[in-house]
């Protein structure tokens, strides 16, 4: 968490040099409004759009890069990773953490641990997501299943589940007379998510009791692992997406600018090489001043 908050002071004294205005969305969700009315708003400011993810090619590596794109571009550091910096042999364990969120007006941050399935990471970022919406900091071990104690964790899941899968949708496509497994499969794939949060809006819809429900989640969990454990994709190795792109962008314009030294750069960004700096660059998206670095620079 310590590199994510330098980076965090980094951009946030970045976008105040470029006089950025603070980010309106930061707080401006209160515990008391309505989980429906407000998983609407953020849904509508991100352009999270249920039609938009029926026509995705996968309802799982495709949805989750287009989800984590729509919150970079409303403002949104996020930043995916499954290993202790750029170290691939520490890898981050999902049963210690799944992410954290660290709000701020001018550069939100939102942490997803890569380790963690790719079902799982899409409801982690909506988690964090209703924390910053909400203007809080935290550090969440979440899942769809969890009954967690605190005020604040109880409704940022209800607000991770609503985003996802609107529940007046559910009701609408449920089919009460299909086997579960078939049900919980046809709506993951037409809402892009798991099937463990499938599960849990099948329980808020009542086509599940809550002495159902834990049984069935810990069978799809056990069947979700073992297709799972040998999947992988270069997406969440690239440092692009550990770094998040919008992270990458303003390091990247700042440092071609001569407004940051190079050994600050490669401090934050975790490494030394020329050469991986030039990746980066490619790979985080076009900046202003991209045609200013030459072969021969050198730090």
């Given at each position: 968490m310590y590199i994510c908050q330098q980076r965090q002071e980094w951009f946030h004294d970045f976008a105040r040099s470029e006089r950025e205005d603070p980010l309106p969305f930061v707080g401006s969700i209160a515990l008391t409004e309505n989980v429906e009315s407000a998983a609407a708003r953020i849904r509508t400011a991100l352009g999270f759009d249920i039609e938009e993810r029926r026509r995705l090619p996968t309802w799982t590596t495709d949805a989750l890069r287009r989800f984590i794109e729509q919150a970079d571009a409303v403002g949104v550091l996020v930043m995916v990773?499954?290993?202790?910096?750029?170290?691939n042999r520490r890898k981050l364990d999902p049963d210690e953490f799944r992410g954290f969120a660290l709000a701020d007006e001018l550069a939100p941050l939102v942490f997803v641990n890569g380790a963690d399935s790719k079902s799982a990471q899409m409801f982690t970022l909506a988690h964090e997501l209703a924390h910053i919406w909400l203007g809080q900091?935290?550090?969440?071990?979440?899942?769809?299943?969890?009954?967690?104690?605190?005020?604040?964790?109880?409704?940022c899941n209800r607000i991770a589940a609503e985003?996802?899968?609107?529940?007046?949708?559910?009701?609408?496509?449920?089919?009460?007379?299909?086997?579960?497994?078939?049900?919980?499969?046809?709506?993951?794939?037409?809402?892009?998510?798991?099937?463990?949060?499938?599960?849990?809006?099948?329980r808020d819809a009542g086509g599940l009791t809550r002495e159902q429900f834990p049984q069935a989640y810990e069978e799809e969990l056990d069947r979700l692992g073992a297709?799972?454990?040998?999947?992988?994709?270069?997406?969440?190795?690239?440092?692009?997406?550990?770094?998040?792109?919008?992270?990458?962008?303003?390091?990247?314009?700042?440092?071609?600018?001569?407004q940051t030294s190079f050994t600050e750069a490669?401090?934050?960004?975790?490494?030394?090489?020329?050469?991986?700096?030039?990746?980066?660059?490619?790979?985080?998206?076009?900046?202003?001043?991209?045609?200013?670095?030459?072969?021969?620079?050198t730090c």
């Open positions: 990773s499954g290993v202790v910096r750029n170290n900091s935290a550090l969440s071990d979440v899942r769809p299943a969890s009954s967690p104690s605190n005020e604040v964790e109880i409704w985003l996802l899968v609107p529940l007046e949708a559910v009701r609408q496509e449920y089919r009460a007379r299909a086997a579960l497994h078939d049900k919980t499969s046809r709506l993951a794939r037409q809402f892009k998510v798991s099937t463990l949060v499938v599960l849990r809006r099948i297709i799972e454990k040998g999947s992988g994709g270069d997406f969440y190795l690239t440092q692009a997406a550990r770094l998040g792109k919008r992270f990458a962008r303003a390091i990247v314009r700042s440092t071609l600018e001569g490669f401090r934050l960004l975790g490494f030394k090489k020329m050469a991986t700096f030039r990746r980066l660059k490619s790979a985080s998206g076009p900046s202003e001043s991209q045609a200013t670095l030459s072969e021969g620079m």
